[in-house]
T-cell receptor, first 113, second 117 residues
């Protein structure tokens, strides 16, 4: 079956530090890949997405590149802010007509001033 | 844009009580889902629906029931509440598009925080 593995948190950084949150996946075919963000007390919302190999998704300074050869979709940001403190979920939507996504467990990010 | 609306936002139940968590979406999405989120455990799929009149079990369906009589609404029913059902419940929807894969974004409600005491 499909699976998504994220690095465990919490990840604690100082403001303006570089962020990487690792995500690897297992799936057949060419799934679509997503990063969702959950702010405290809220539901998940889409941060960025990529639908084919070598696509780069980007939004709000965050980036992730769909690497088919390493089955990875690592999230990066060059300079984090306190307002980026949240839980980040990597997810895949399988190819082939099934719309049951697989989510990673989530990685909590805490950014200190 | 309302998106996905969940009610109530908070609820406390006694063991053995029943309740219905409401979920409505106004995006004409085919697919709807119910998840529960326990601390540090990510999301677990309870039930999903591929369209009006069609529902199926997810990973953790025991103790829950669903129905989907319209495209817009997907209520989740807890019949005999148990402490193990204390959790945050999220409803989500997606278009479900074979051609335009970027449309398969999940849209989430704000969640219902349920405590069973």
């Amino acid at each position: 079956g499909n699976s998504v593995t994220q690095m465990e948190g919490p990840v604690t950084l100082s403001e303006e530090a570089f962020l990487t949150i690792n995500c690897t996946y297992t799936a057949t075919g060419y799934p679509s890949l997503f990063w969702y963000v959950q702010y405290p007390g809220e539901g998940l919302q889409l941060l960025l997405k990529a639908t084919k190999a070598d696509d780069k998704g980007s939004n709000k300074g965050f980036e992730a590149t769909y690497r088919k050869e390493t089955t990875s979709f690592h999230l990066e940001k060059g300079s984090v802010q306190v307002s980026d403190s949240a839980v980040y979920f990597c997810a895949l939507s399988p190819s082939g007509g099934s719309y049951i996504p697989t989510f990673g467990r989530g990685t909590s990010l805490i950014v200190h001033p | 844009n309302a998106g996905v609306t969940q009610t109530p936002k908070f609820r406390i139940l006694k063991i053995g009580q029943s309740m219905t968590l409401q979920c409505a979406q106004d995006m004409n999405h085919n697919y709807m889902y119910w998840y529960r989120q326990d601390p540090g455990m990510g999301l677990k799929l309870i039930y999903y629906s591929v369209g009006a009149g069609i529902t199926d079990k997810g990973e953790v369906p025991n103790g829950y029931n669903v129905s989907r009589s319209t495209t817009e609404d997907f209520p989740l029913r807890l019949e005999l509440a148990a402490p193990s059902q204390t959790s945050v419940y999220f409803c989500a929807s997606t278009q479900g598009d074979r051609v335009t894969l970027a449309k398969n974004i999940q849209y989430f409600g704000a969640g219902t925080r349920l405590s069973v005491l």
